[in-house]
């Protein structure tokens, strides 16, 4: 199946900084990423949806000034996590919508701890 | 909202087949039934899809009733690396852009 990095794996941060989270789709296309977001011991809430060259599309509750979606090429998206605090610690995963357009791949996650 | 039910655990031994059943009473027409999976601290990994035909790839068998108002799936033998929460998804396949929907899924237990 299609490959979706993420980049970083793993951060720390400290209160009040920012923090920028890459999701790249290595060897296709993808028009429409996804970034989504999951807290321990539950399953993945959809945060927003990204279109290649627009804006993204945010889900209720969903800041968006908070969580800058920038989708600048067919490959990379970029999620930052604006003013972060120890609430927005969670494990952030991306994905992008497959070349034909029937099946997303999903990143392998970054996990966000914030002090 | 999840359009789906699953239950939310199951076990299973080693090497025996592990079947995971799904309803979905309200899928329409023109909607797909996907199936990823979730191990611990990773991307959920797709498996499988499929419309109305059972389906079949290098890890799985999808089985949907005729009427479609549920699904199975199926992995043939089951080994200890395929401990996760299991994810049954209904999506309308020609709407490109749509996201997944993740319900609660199956956490499904592989031991030896």
């Known amino acids: 199946g299609a490959v979706v990095s993420q980049h970083p794996s793993r951060v720390i941060c400290k209160s009040g900084t920012s923090v920028k989270i890459e999701c790249r789709s290595l060897?296709?296309?993808?028009?429409?990423m996804f970034w989504y977001r999951q807290f321990p011991k539950q399953s993945l809430m959809l945060m927003a949806t990204?279109?290649?060259?627009?804006?993204?599309?945010?889900e209720q509750g969903v800041e968006k000034d908070k969580f800058l979606i920038n989708h600048a090429s067919l490959t990379l998206s970029t999620l930052t996590v604006t003013s972060a605090h120890p609430e927005d610690s969670s494990f952030y995963i991306c994905?992008?919508?497959?070349?034909?357009?029937?099946?997303?791949?999903f990143g392998p996650g970054t996990r966000l701890t914030v002090l | 909202d999840a359009k789906t039910t699953q239950p939310p655990s199951m076990d299973c031994a080693e090497g025996r087949a592990a079947n995971l059943p799904c309803n979905h009473s309200?899928?329409?027409?023109?909607?797909?039934v996907y199936w990823y999976r979730q191990i611990h601290s990773q991307g959920p990994q797709y498996i499988i899809h499929?419309?109305?035909n059972n389906e079949t790839n290098e890890m799985a068998s999808l089985i949907i009733t005729e009427d479609r108002k549920s699904s199975t799936l199926i992995l043939p033998h089951a080994t200890l690396r395929d401990t996760a929460v299991y994810y049954c998804?209904?999506?309308?396949?020609?709407?490109?852009?749509?996201?997944?929907?993740f319900g609660k899924g199956t956490t499904l237990s592989v031991s030896s």
């Open positions: 990204s279109n290649e060259g627009s804006k993204a599309t945010y």
């Open positions: 499929g419309l109305k």
């Open positions: 309200t899928i329409s027409g023109n909607e797909y």
């Open positions: 994905s992008g919508e497959g070349p034909l357009g029937d099946t997303q791949y």
């Open positions: 998804i209904v999506r309308v396949r020609d709407q490109a852009g749509t996201a997944l929907i």
């Open positions: 060897d296709f296309q993808a028009t429409t």
